[in-house]
């Protein structure tokens, strides 16, 4: 398992503030304890999501091939460089994809 980043970390902390806010604030009105465990659990759960969706997001490259008509695309995420530079090969050499064979 992998570290989590500092976006993720402080989406994760500003998630848990806002759940235990939410979490307080109905157990002074009259919520049963299931409920407010339940919204607590959704709201931690949407934050932490959404920070690991925004790091993916903004840490991902796509890599096409520039011949027209070649489908050939390569996702990366999180990779070291010397492995981002071996994708970006492997997406843009045309003579290794499927289509430049036939
Ligand atoms: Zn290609």
């Known amino acids: 398992m992998r570290k989590p980043t500092t976006v993720e970390a402080a989406t994760g902390l ?3 503030l806002w759940a235990v ?11 049963s304890a299931l409920v407010t465990i ?11 999501t959404l920070g690991s969706r925004f790091q993916q997001a903004t ?3 796509l890599f096409t091939c520039p011949e027209p008509g ?3 695309e390569i996702r990366s995420t999180n990779h ?4 981002v530079a071996r994708l970006r ?5 045309h003579t290794n994809h499927p289509s430049a064979r036939s």
């Open 59 to 61: 840490h991902t490259q």
């Open 70 to 72: 070649c489908s050939v």
């Open 80 to 83: 070291p460089s010397e492995r």
């Open 14 to 16: 500003v998630a848990a």
């Open 38 to 48: 339940s919204v607590v659990l959704v709201l931690l759960h949407t934050g932490l």
């Open 89 to 93: 090969d492997l997406a843009t050499d």
């Open 21 to 31: 806010y939410i979490g307080h604030d109905l157990s002074e009105h009259d919520v």
